[in-house]
């Protein structure tokens, strides 16, 4: 429920909306009926999907890239910029859901006007952590993660001293092609790279997610969200995608979150926290049928861009940024059939 003194719901905006993130967003919505008033809905150039969760939700604002002139009566919402709606007097709650340097803008809008953001766009942090964080605590304004690792190293750090870390820990599945022979590479196809062994994402954290850059830009995230240096974060692989991530202490002592591999577990965690909801539909860890958890190192030969993502995190400056946008060109051009696999770590350390 909303606020049990005021009964009043906290207005929710949805940046994203019809991604991968933005439709499980609304899905850990519906399993909390009463409990968020969705007052903003935004999407890049999904304008159908777009109207039908315009007439479930009923948001007061909508957004889209392209194609603007067709809801235009067909929705009762008013058009309205990503940066509006996320500032908005009423908006409490803003789940940035969008890809690459599109979500900077109204991240930085909602962290201006004191809101509450849950950030599933690693690049903004990547891009401009030292800004947005400096501009959370100016304001007020509170970041939580909804990346799974991130939102794992979060609830592990509930209740600690931040003096008491000692190293942060992310996982890593290895992504479809871990077990690939390394000429093989060569011959990889979009198709096979959009298919993850555990995840279902969108099609650009997918393809990060088997190059491993995406860990790279996990662990700048990891630097700015929890203020730990970069040399004091590591990544494991772990391919079951059971621990989410792991926080060692200075005691010696390590704390893990575990979970099954769906996004709507840490994306409720950001929504309601801090409050323990039921999730409803979300399948619960049975470890006895699990039975062997396993943990090994990153090969750097086979992950280039992890390591491409490591020494721009460490370089730091506009190194993140240039980063970025090398990678988004790159899998634009690889998901078109115009690179190879193994020409995305070439196209970025270019």
């Not at 777009?50 to 939700?57: I, S, T």
């Not at 990060?208 to 700015?224: F, M, Q, Y």
């Amino acid at each position: 429920m909303g606020n049990p003194l005021t009964g009043r719901r906290p207005g929710l905006v949805v940046l994203g909306s019809t991604g991968s993130i933005g439709r499980q967003t609304l899905d850990v919505v519906r399993s909390l009926p009463r409990r968020f008033n969705v007052i903003g809905l935004a999407a890049g150039g999904n304008v159908t999907l777009l109207e039908e969760q315009a007439r479930e939700f009923r948001p007061r604002f909508v957004y889209c890239d392209r194609e603007a002139d067709y809801l235009h009566g067909r929705v009762a919402a008013r058009w309205a910029a990503m940066e509006e709606m996320a500032s908005h007097a009423d908006t409490d709650l803003v789940v940035v859901a969008t890809v690459g340097a599109a979500g900077l803008g109204p991240t930085l809008a909602a962290l201006s006007a004191g809101k509450t953001v849950a950030l599933a766009n690693k690049e903004v942090l990547v891009i401009a952590g030292r800004l947005l964080t400096a501009e959370a605590k100016r304001h007020k304004a509170e970041l939580r993660p909804i990346d799974s690792e991130h939102s794992a190293i979060w609830q592990c750090l509930w209740g600690e001293s931040p003096h008491s870390v000692e190293r942060i820990i992310l996982t890593a599945s290895g992504g479809p092609f871990r077990d690939t022979l390394p000429e093989e590479l060569e011959r990889v196809t979009a198709e096979q790279a959009l298919r993850h062994p555990n995840w279902q994402m969108g099609h650009k954290i997918t393809v990060d997610s088997a190059t491993l850059l995406n860990k790279g830009l996990e662990c700048i995230e990891a630097r700015w969200l929890f203020d730990v240096p970069l040399d004091r974060i590591d990544v494991i692989l772990h391919r079951e995608s059971i621990v989410h991530s792991l926080v060692e202490f200075r005691d010696g002592s390590v704390k893990a979150q575990l979970g099954v591999p769906d996004m709507r577990l840490p994306i409720q965690c950001a929504l309601s926290y801090p409050e323990r909801v039921p999730g409803t539909g979300i399948p619960r860890l049975d470890l006895k049928r699990i039975g062997t958890l396993s943990f090994g190192t990153p090969d750097m030969k086979r992950y280039p861009c992890l390591s491409l993502a490591l020494e721009a995190g460490r370089r730091g400056g506009t190194f993140p940024a240039v980063l970025c946008a090398a990678d988004e060109v790159a899998i634009q051009h690889f998901l078109a059939g115009h690179l190879r696999f193994t020409d995305i770590s070439r196209v970025i350390e270019d």
